[in-house]
């Protein structure tokens, strides 16, 4: 009876298989098929292994069968012989002693066959066979009975008849079933649901007809051979029965249907055409179908095409057609293309009949995510407009074709008009006699929350009820698509009403009803006392408007927990028609989690307030915290046209909560737009220039091309020959480092002893530029070069003998802050700006500073400092010349268009709300693009994260897999890849390189970086999926670039930002290799909605604006600690210098700036002054008199160590003089420095994992909070705990590289307030963070590679806990300390640490008449074979030079009176003042703490000192 189909290979979605590669296995089952060898074959079963079928012989109970024909014609009596034979087989299973269940095919027949055959044991005196009063529960079933409200339940109870359909409550649904099955029901009368739904078994089952109504084709048709066989098996119960019987009624004529259909003679057909065009959408939504072979693949796993071969005159098909498509391929892509194109004409995909392919398009994903079918669609696309009431939204959704099986029932009537009355705030058009109208009434009465008594209209209502919320998001969604503000906002209304069951123009406190009692909510409503007057009025004055004094409590209680924020924007234009708007989001009320949930989500819309358009609409999401906590910012591009309109409004509105809205107003009457005046450089045609026009063979030898490029032919002679600034602007990969090597190449002809600095704004590109030129310029010129990144210091020796100095912008800040002191930064001769266009991004203030600092110094010592920058095609090349000093002569800049290898842009949109499955449906696309534009060639595919790498790369795999071709991108023979494989260390790496798919991302470690960089530079395998850094960093040119997303998650904001289009320029510069491309491809997979943004700014640049306004205070502090600003005024003559200024004048409105004459100007940078002086003088920074301007103890600190003034005022007010360990690492953890720290998704949950494994407690309600992970990563590396997640390792790394200034900064600041013990803890907290150890909890001697818990235990029994003990050991008596351990092994990490002898000595001075004593020190390493003084530091990700603190306080009163900072290779003499005025030195002793070493403390007495020079 049961067909157990399985296979362990087959795939729930067939055409799931072949893309996805993923195994699934089917178990499939069923009552006894005809056919069943066909539903295998689509299930693609093994018939050998996994199909058994069963036949009716294998029946648990043996079922008999009867078939009873009706010939009679007249349709009364018909009804009446068929009642009488149902009777009859009824009453010979009750006197047997068996329960019967009768079927028949209508709600309403329920009941008037179950009193029909009532009637009929009257008639016959049969009641007694009915009677259920023996039954002992009965008294006890029947309390329970009386309840309900169903009358007929009641009734039918007495005689042991029960009915049971769909329409009934659920309650008295259950309370049947529990009846029948307790035996207190002998026969019940139900519909076909109740076969299928409840297992319900019966010795007699009987269906009563066959003919059952089918709304859909408006007439009768026969009941079906799946519901026959699933009412037959109920009959007969495993446990109770050795036998069943099922009884059939029907007319005569459908006898032989019936009994061929039981004898297994009639197969099952496919339903799947009806529904065709629904399930070709949702395949092109989800990106699995995206043409016309595609789908027919996918319709080739159809049950539906195994059908149509074997029975095709069921599916319209004529033998003719069979004879000449056999396979019947030219007829199922006619479906397909008769689906396209209806769903084409519905705008829910774009079908282009040409080329075959589909493309999904808003309507058609909302359609699919919302489960809305086409017939819907087409209703709504005919009857939605831009603008409607009420009743047309309501009338519009009840022609849903969700709804079509509503019908109109005559017993409905009575009450569907009482109910139009009483309960329907909305007209209803048709009336409740018509089936739209009927609809409309029960979507009212469901948001009135209405009562209803007809169990058919509950049944309709419940139905109606579960479709409702998807059809209104669905319909909200089409409208904001299409851009229509006031019918979004509405459609948005209406969701939210069918959400909470409450209509728009009720109070909105009632969506508080569980909590204020309804007495209130209607005496609101009555006196209409809206939200914002409720906001205003006293407790005591709500209590008096709605007569109930305590009420008013009760109400302002209510009103602080609905969600309310404010809004407020700043404007500042981009060009002439790109406005970019700062939103400022303010919570302002009481989060509650049984009201707010986790978050609450608000749509952003910004809309013109002429043309009701929507210029811009976003999802944002408030959670808890953010409720809390300070202001929300979102940042957003908008268009503005020419005229302009009078002003734009920015609506926040929330997605769930009525009347939960915010509303703000731009105004445009006084915008000042900048002026637009893009010019670009002709490029010249020009002769190509030989190398040899350099004069120079060692210069010639240097490049391994004959001639120069065309770009770099127009501007040899203005680099080479003169000493003018250039600004070069060009597309990437232009030649324009080359171009640079052309003006270092004078400087070393004519300025031998001046330096050249490079400036690049990412480590990555400073570490391409060290191996380029170490291989050429160093190793051929004899040049010295040193790099200055956060990876590397040099010292000051290796600085002054430079040549070439390569740094990241914040260490060239830092360097040349106290340029007066620093003479190698006044021998700069030449200075190189790469990338200088990102002056405007997220660095762009430091690099703005030193470019002013450099001018500004070049102007103080008259020595001429030549400026060359290098950017890409700029839209304001004019300014940024200007501030460059660059004259007219030396500025080129040149059009996108003049790259040396063209480049053909595709940019493509995708639709999809949410971020990870938009990216997931771009992924065979992608594949696509490599298939179509770069078969063989190089391809580059940048992602925004290193999840999405590894995501996008095995779905390649898949897909190439699925082309039969899965090696298609591997490019070497297999021992070659193995000997690759054996040298990866990231499993995820190995994995995809076998498929000649890189990975790159800043997660691997450097040698598995390198591998990939050399198989992809060397064409041994063709696609490298990376990150966006890889754009900026290798030089890897590939064929094609396909860009996969333009966002990134910002774990700071907690929302996916977009890439600036600097990167997305950047990225696509690298499509086009010139040695062997004749043009290159870039393929750009976008968000739907931004494709418009990025096909204008791809070839129309953006302006470079300056970001120094938000930042200026840090770079303020520096100049007024380094001695350039001592005044405003000096402040104002700084930033005369920088770019800000310059732009100020052309794009004021971007600065705020209103009055663009000389006097508004002045005022303006005054008051920013004045602004940032007050700013820095309130955390401590500096000091203010009336005139000047000095550094503070706080401001010269954080100028020192570059930190942020935020940290150092922090650190002000939370260190003290008895910090604590504990309270230290909280302070090391809340510096600004870290608040960049990603926080990426799900990482709350591994950091609430690692807060339960870590010695001191974390804030656990801000887990995903960057300073909580930054601690917690301490703490885990001290403890040194696993890390959940390669991403953290990462993160620790900067998170320990960061720390060490800040740490020497709070040592200062201790050291300054002369707290001895803070200072001292301060020290251990740095040696933890060098050696990974806890201070005192974990032994020091941990410290030693070799150690273990065995030579640990020998050692502490012995008294020794640290090594410096040990090293005060002598060699040969080591092994009889150890024991068994080996001594050569301990003495060989031994050597790795240093042994310091400290020698004082005391000597009284006379100095300007007074007496003072100098401790002279002298400082020796005993230890001679240890060469260096690199730390030893495993566990520290950077090489370090070991340091020593020598710390003279007094231990008794914990004051510290000097702190100096030493390092020596050999030996070291040194000197100290004593404090003057110091009465007693009981106490006072001098500390020797290392700055990388636990346990290497050493206490010198100062006092026995003192007493022997008195002696």
Known sequence: MFILCFSITILLRCINVESTQRMIRI????????????????????????????????????????????????????????SEICYKKVVDSLRQGHQAMVFVHARKDTVKTAQKLVDLARRYEDLEVFNNDTHPQLSLIKKDVMKSRNKDLIELFGLAVGVHHAGMLRSDRGLTERLFSEGLLKVLVCTATLAWGVNLPAHTVVIKGTQLYDPKAGGWRDLGMLDVMQIFGRAGRPQFDRSGEGIIITSHDKLAYYLRLLTSQLPIESQFISSLKDNLNAEVALGTVTNVKEACAWLGYTYLSIRMKLNPLAYGIGWDEVIADPSLSLKQRALVTDAARALDKA??????????????????????????????????????????????????????????????????????????????????????????????ILIQLYISRGWIDTFSLVSDAAYISASLARIMRALFETCLRRGWCEMSLFMLEYCKAVDRQIWPHQHPLRQFDKELPAEILRKLEERGADLDRLQEMEEKDIGALIRYTPGGR??????????????????????????????????????????????????????????????????????????????????????????????????????????????????????????????????????????????NNIYEALYNFSHFNPIQTQIFHILYHTENNVLLGAPTGSGKTISAEL????????????????????????????????????????????????????????????????????????????WQSRNYVKKVGLMILDEIHLLGAERGPILEVIVSRMRYISSQTERAVRFIGLSTALANAGDLADWLGVGEIGLFNFKPSVRPVPLEVHIQGYPGKFYCPRMNSMNKPAYAAICTHSPTKPVLIFVSSRRQTRLTALDLIQFAASDETPRQFLGMPEEDLQMVLSQVTDQNLRQTLQFGIGLHHAGLNDKDRSLVEELFANNKIQVLVCTSTLAWGVNLPAHLVIIKGTEYYDGKTKRYADFPITDILQMMGRAGRPQYDQHGKAVILVHEPKKSFYKKFLYEPFPVES??????????????????????????????????????????????????????????????????????????????????????????????????????????????????????????????????LPVRHNEDNHNEALSQRVRFAVDNNRLDDPHVKANLLFQAHFSRLDLPISDYVTDLKSVLDQSIRIIQAMIDICANSGWLSSSITCMHLLQMVMQGLWFEQDSALWMLPCMNNDLLGTLRARGISTVQQLLDIPK????????????????????????????????????????????????????????????????????????????????????????????????????????????????????????????????????????????
């Open 27 to 82: 178990v499939g089952l069923s009552a006894t098929l005809p056919n069943y060898l066909e539903v295998a074959q689509f299930l693609r079963v093994n018939p050998e292994m996994g199909l058994f079928f069963f036949d009716s012989s294998y029946r648990p109970i043996p079922l008999a069968q009867q078939y009873i024909g009706i010939s009679e014609p007249n349709f009364a009596a018909r009804n009446e012989l068929l």
């Open 1107 to 1236: 970001s120094l306004r938000d930042q200026l205070h840090d770079h303020f502090n520096a100049e007024i600690v380094s001695g350039t600003i001592f005044h405003k005024e000096d402040a104002v003559h700084y930033l005369s210098w920088t770019y800000l200024f310059r732009r100020l004048a052309i794009n004021p409105a971007y600065y705020g700036l209103e009055d663009t004459e000389a006097e508004g100007l002045s005022s303006y940078l005054s008051r920013l002054v004045q602004n940032t002086f007050e700013d820095l003088e309130d955390s401590g920074c500096v000091k203010m008199t009336e005139d000047s301007v000095e550094p503070t103890m706080l401001g010269t600190i954080a100028s020192q160590y570059y930190l942020s003034y935020v940290t150092v005022s922090m650190f002000g007010s939370n260190i003290g003089p008895d910090t604590s360990l504990e309270v230290f690492l909280h302070i090391l953890s809340g510096a600004s420095e870290y608040d960049e």
């Open 554 to 695: 009760l109400v302002k209680q209510y009103l602080g927990y609905f969600p309310s924020i404010q809004l407020s924007a700043t404007v500042s234009p981009i060009t002439r028609t790109v406005l970019k708007i700062g939103l400022a989001i303010t919570p302002e009320f009481t989060w509650k989690d049984r009201f707010h949930g986790a978050a609450q989500r608000w749509w952003i819309i910004v809309q013109d307030s002429e043309s009701d358009h929507i210029y811009h609409s976003e999802l944002f999401t408030l959670t808890k915290r953010m409720a809390r906590g300070e202001t929300q910012k979102l940042s957003f591009t908008v268009p503005i046209f020419e005229p302009h309109p009078p002003q734009y409004y920015i609506r926040a509105v929330s997605d769930s909560w009525l009347h939960a809205e915010a509303f703000y107003c731009i105004s445009f009457h006084n915008l000042a737009l900048p002026q637009a005046r893009t010019s670009h450089t002709e490029l010249l045609d020009l002769k190509p220039l030989p190398v040899t026009a350099l004069g």
């Open 347 to 440: 705008k829910m995909m774009r079908f282009d009949e040409k080329s075959g392919n589909f493309y999904c398009t808003e309507l058609g994903r909302i359609a699919s995510h919302f489960y809305i079918q086409y017939s819907s669609v087409e209703t709504y696309n005919e009857m939605l407009r831009r603008h409607m009431n009420d009743s047309e939204v309501i009338e519009m959704v009840s022609h849903s074709s969700e709804f079509e099986n509503i019908v109109v029932r005559d017993e409905e009537q009575n009450e569907l008009e009482t109910l139009v009355q009483t309960l329907c705030p909305v007209e209803v058009k048709g009336g409740p006699s018509n089936k739209h109208g009927k609809i409309s």
């Open 743 to 818: 003006a270092m190449l004078h400087l070393f002809n004519t300025q031998s002893d001046m330096k050249v600095v490079y400036i690049a704004p990412l480590k990555a590109i400073v570490r391409e530029r060290m191996n380029d030129w170490k291989d050429r310029l160093v190793s051929q010129l004899g040049k010295e070069m040193v790099e200055m990144t956060g990876d590397y210091t040099p010292d000051l020796m290796a600085l002054l003998s430079a040549d070439i100095i390569i740094s990241t912008p914040e260490k060239w800040d830092g360097i040349s802050r106290n």
């Open 1372 to 1511: 040969e008596n080591l092994q009889t300390v150890i024991g068994n351990f080996p001594v050569s092994r301990l003495h060989q990490d031994l050597q790795r640490f240093p042994r310091i002898q400290v020698k004082l000595r005391l000597q009284r001075r006379d100095i300007d008449g007074e007496n003072s004593l100098t401790l002279n020190i002298r400082m020796d390493k005993m230890n001679s074979w240890k060469n260096t003084s690199r730390a030893f530091a495993l566990r520290f990700p950077k090489i370090k030079d070991e340091a020593w603190w020598l710390v003279l306080g007094n231990t008794n009163t914990s004051e510290l009176y000097a702190l100096k900072r030493i390092s020596f290779s050999d030996r070291l003499n040194t000197h100290m003042e004593l404090p003057s005025g110091i009465t007693t030195f009981q106490g006072m002793k001098l500390v020797v703490v290392s700055d990388c070493y636990l346990g290497f403390e050493q206490e010198h007495s100062i006092e026995a000192l003192v007493e022997q020079l008195v002696l």
